[in-house]
Nanobody, 124 residues
Framework: QVQLVESGGGLVQAGGSLRLSCAAS????????VGWFRQAPGKEREFVAA????????RYADSVKGRFTISRDSAKNWLYLQMNSLKPEDTAVYYC?????????????????WGQGTQVTVSS
């Protein structure tokens, strides 16, 4: 019902910046919350940031607070993650996700739709 496509991943030097984008299509009117998750090799998928689609309320993981900024353009159905002061530990595949529900914004189990992921690699 909802399709998500990430873009903007790549390789960046530690301390640098990168902006990820996610284009949503389909039945986007059903979206309640959109978020970013990441998964590093050997680790479970973890919450990064989320934003309510209509109200713009945000939530961040402690590990990225103050460095990353999530934003969205609900009219254009675009989701963004501005990543500054990148660290090698930020290296992961980043996924955008959307949910129709109103559960925990940080739990991947509460999300209904997922993008294909985009690789972010931060070199030291």
């Amino acid at each position: 019902q909802v399709q998500l496509v990430e873009s903007g991943g790549g390789l960046v030097q530690a301390g640098g910046s990168l902006r990820l984008s996610c284009a949503a299509s389909g039945r986007t009117f059903s979206i309640s919350t959109v978020g970013w998750f990441r998964q590093a090799p050997g680790k479970e998928r973890e919450f990064v940031a989320a934003i309510s689609w209509s109200g713009g309320n945000t939530r961040y993981a402690d590990s990225v607070k103050g460095r990353f900024t999530i934003s969205r353009d609900s009219a254009k159905n675009w989701l963004y993650l501005q990543m500054n002061s990148l660290k090698p530990e930020d290296t992961a595949v980043y996924y955008c996700a959307a949910t129709r529900g109103y559960g925990s914004m940080s739990s991947p189990r509460n999300y209904d739709y997922w993008g294909q992921g985009t690789q972010v690699t931060v070199s030291s």
